[in-house]
């Protein structure tokens, strides 16, 4: 079973930047991928972007050229980088491990999630 611990969200005006960090531990069989998602009140959660244990990543159209998302297998970390932040980025921002497929190469959520950690971005 695997543990996520966000961390990393707050305050920040409209261009600024945040860098939000999710602590990975306990068993990860059988998952290949990582992704942060994000949920704005009253809206359904939403993937922002994904990488997969090989270094493939995605993004969210909204977030392309703004948001990157890394990881550092040593440390057990995953992370987001995220600039040049929009009121509409204002969030609460999970990261989750999952599973892309061969056949399907699309990110697929496991019940495994963060507590989430909060961004709001308003000047």
């Known amino acids: 079973q695997v543990q996520l611990v966000e961390s990393g969200g707050g305050l920040v005006q409209p261009g600024g930047s945040l860098r939000l960090s999710c602590a990975v531990s306990?068993?990860?069989?059988?998952?290949?991928?990582m992704g942060w998602y994000r949920q704005a009140p009253g809206k359904q959660r939403e993937l922002v972007a994904s990488i997969t244990n090989g270094g493939s990543r995605n993004y969210a159209e909204s977030v392309k050229g703004r948001f990157t998302i890394s990881r550092d297998n040593g440390k057990n970390m995953v992370y987001l980088q995220m600039n040049s932040l929009k009121p509409e980025d204002t969030a609460v921002y999970y990261c989750?491990?999952?599973?892309?497929?061969?056949?399907?190469?699309?990110?697929?959520?496991?019940?495994?999630w963060g507590q989430g950690t909060q961004v709001t971005v308003s000047s």
């Open positions: 306990g068993s990860a069989a059988n998952l290949n991928a």
């Open positions: 989750n491990a999952g599973w892309v497929g061969r056949v399907v190469p699309t990110y697929r959520s496991s019940a495994t």
